[in-house]
């Protein structure tokens, strides 16, 4: 057998591990939640973003709020900002890339809204300047990402920052974290 099976398997374990051992992000896990949750009982919305891997994260992060997490129920207001393909490509060729996100907030965010960038590095440009936008609007802003926050920590009212460097590590725990705010959403909100 290659080692690096086990071995990426016990650096998922351990990047997961330090977060149970750490309260403070157990209890940014549960503010994150009561953000969503607060926003979707006022009608809000919770708007997902990130790029490559954590675009897919937003996305079916998105989906769980939207479709169903354990149990039928109505559906939650909840969208990634990147799939419109024929927005994406208009407006990253007639205004820019680092411009998607922002442009596409500021028509479609309202204040009480929630936006969730997920970013390994903290870095994204594109999520900073949605985030900028978010705090103009009065949209709360939850970052998540790696080890170091990045610049995004600089705009977050809740940074649950992985503490791991390795990129597919801070990705798995993004999914855990992710599924946990979504579980805790739909049980407050649904019983």
Do not use: W
């Not at 994260?57 to 419109?84: I, K, M, T, V, W």
């Amino acid at each position: 057998m290659n080692p690096r099976i086990p071995q990426s398997i016990s650096q998922s374990i351990a990047a997961k591990q330090a977060i149970l051992e750490n309260p403070g992000f157990l209890a940014r896990i549960q503010q994150a939640a009561d953000l969503v949750t607060a926003s979707l009982r006022g009608g809000g919305k919770v708007h997902f973003c990130g790029n490559g891997g954590s675009a897919a994260d937003a996305q079916h992060l998105a989906a769980e709020l939207s479709g169903r997490f354990y149990f039928d129920r109505p559906p939650l207001n909840a969208e990634a900002l990147h799939c419109n393909t024929s927005y994406l490509t208009a407006v990253g060729n007639d205004y820019g890339y680092d411009l998607i996100f922002s442009r596409l907030l500021r028509g479609t965010a309202k204040a009480g809204d929630v936006i969730v960038g997920i970013s390994t590095s903290g870095n994204s440009k594109n999520i900073l300047n949605a985030f900028e936008v978010a705090k103009e609007m009065g949209v709360h802003i939850i970052a998540m990402t790696g080890e170091t926050g990045g610049r995004m920590k600089d705009y977050a009212e809740v940074l649950l920052n992985v503490p791991s460097t390795d990129t597919p590590r801070i990705q798995e725990s993004h999914i855990m974290i992710g599924h946990i705010i979504c579980e805790l959403v739909e049980s407050a909100i649904f019983g």
